[in-house]
T-cell receptor, first 108, second 114 residues
Framework: GQQVMQIPQYQHVQEGEDFTTYCNSSTTLSNIQWYKQRPGGHPVFLIQLVKSGEVKKQKRLTFQFGEAKKNSSLHITATQTTDVGTYFCAGNNRKLIWGLGTSLAVNP | KAGVTQTPRYLIKTRGQQVTLSCSPISGHRSVSWYQQTPGQGLQFLFEYFSETQRNKGNFPGRFSGRQFSNSRSEMNVSTLELGDSALYLC?????????????FGSGTRLTVV
């Protein structure tokens, strides 16, 4: 069936280091959404990418959508303790297919 | 404006019982989706309702059902509870089409089956 693989599963960084999580879909996607879930919280919508090769920035966060619309990445520059949480991608192929998330831990 | 409200926040039930969870979407949102979240399986889609009609359904057994009312509020019901149903149940609403505009999630109902 349709899958969205997300790697890595876990990432532990020192505050100030960069962080990247990757999503790869087995099928071409109409769009991809990114969510963040803080520990004990619920997913919060961050952004949606629609166009092939699209790049969007939100302060220290950079989101990319691949040319083939089958992969995406989220890059955080100079992580802070407030970035702690699990980052999920969800690909739209007539239904949302969720990755299992990347849990980010940041050492102060 | 108020966010997505889910009640109750926590619930403990015994195997074999049934449970009903409630979700009030953001005012004006007509699309409501339900997800089951467990540590090993991530977010698993249960169903989506739009204007009282089930628009999409995930791969869950018939013990899981839902409905949406004319005011867009939604309920999901799980009958004959099993230990494996222990999870965080999340409701998400969207103004139009969450597939293309994103979802706003509620805080969830943590269900424990003992």
């Amino acid at each position: 069936g349709q899958q969205v693989m997300q790697i890595p599963q876990y990432q532990h960084v020192q505050e100030g280091e960069d962080f990247t999580t990757y999503c790869n879909s087995s099928t071409t996607l109409s769009n991809i959404q990114w969510y963040k879930q803080r520990p004990g919280g619920h997913p919060v919508f961050l952004i949606q990418l629609v166009k092939s090769g699209e790049v969007k920035k939100q302060k220290r966060l950079t989101f990319q959508f691949g040319e083939a619309k089958k992969n995406s990445s989220l890059h955080i520059t100079a992580t802070q303790t407030t970035d702690v949480g699990t980052y999920f991608c969800a690909g739209n192929n007539r239904k949302l297919i969720w990755g299992l998330g990347t849990s980010l831990a940041v050492n102060p | 404006k108020a966010g997505v409200t889910q009640t109750p926040r926590y619930l403990i039930k015994t195997r074999g019982q049934q449970v009903t969870l409630s979700c009030s979407p953001i005012s004006g949102h007509r699309s409501v989706s339900w997800y089951q979240q467990t540590p090993g399986q991530g977010l698993q889609f249960l169903f989506e309702y739009f204007s009282e009609t089930q628009r999409n359904k995930g791969n869950f057994p018939g013990r899981f059902s839902g409905r949406q009312f004319s005011n867009s509020r939604s309920e999901m019901n799980v009958s004959t509870l099993e230990l494996g149903d222990s999870a965080l149940y999340l409701c998400a609403s969207s103004l139009r089409d969450g597939l293309n505009y994103g979802y706003t999630f509620g805080s969830g109902t943590r269900l424990t089956v003992v």
